[in-house]
């Protein structure tokens, strides 16, 4: 089959559409690792006052260089998530130390709701589950950014988002946790 010169055209015009398309995100085949940098997301501000108010962010969205914190933990959690709702008590006692004595003006924490609703997030806020500020992400496009990953997924980054620490799956004991979230936030 032989092309003309607007057939060649067409084809070379959706090659590139195509590539253009599937190029995506840096994490694209499977979930970020230790050094590597997250992509510049934009994320959805939690919607209570005291969650805003904690990551001190203003508007309907933020970055994590928005965040005036040396280490971020971000906790990607599925709100159906049996495994989340086991590492869910864990975390509100991670929380819960991250805002007492020296860690507190150098440490932010949040968790991001893949596929949650700002619905769902309100009642696993009401339910007890969750007491830091979960972001939502309704349509998995930050998920799908992150490699989608298994949920629970835990990263410690920094303003840049560079990959300090990452944890697949449940984290069973937050002690030597916190206690390297504290030695990354020196």
Sequence with gaps: MKMNRRNKGMLILLIL??????????????????????????????????????????GATFKLKDLDAKVIVIEVIGVYCPYCYEQAPLFRNLFNRLQKGKLQDKVKMFGIA?????????????????????????????HKSLGEPRTPFTMVVDQEGKLLYVHPGTIKDIDPFYDRIGKLAE
């Design 17 to 58: 559409s195509c590539s253009a398309f599937f190029a995506g995100p840096a994490f694209c085949d499977s979930p970020p690792e230790e050094g590597d940098t997250l992509p510049d997301m934009e994320l959805t501000s939690p919607t209570g006052e005291a969650d805003r108010q904690y990551l001190g962010v203003q």
């Design 114 to 142: 893949a596929g949650g609703t700002a619905m769902e997030i309100e009642h696993l806020r009401k339910e007890g589950q969750y007491n830091y500020p979960l972001v939502q992400d309704p349509r998995y496009s930050v």
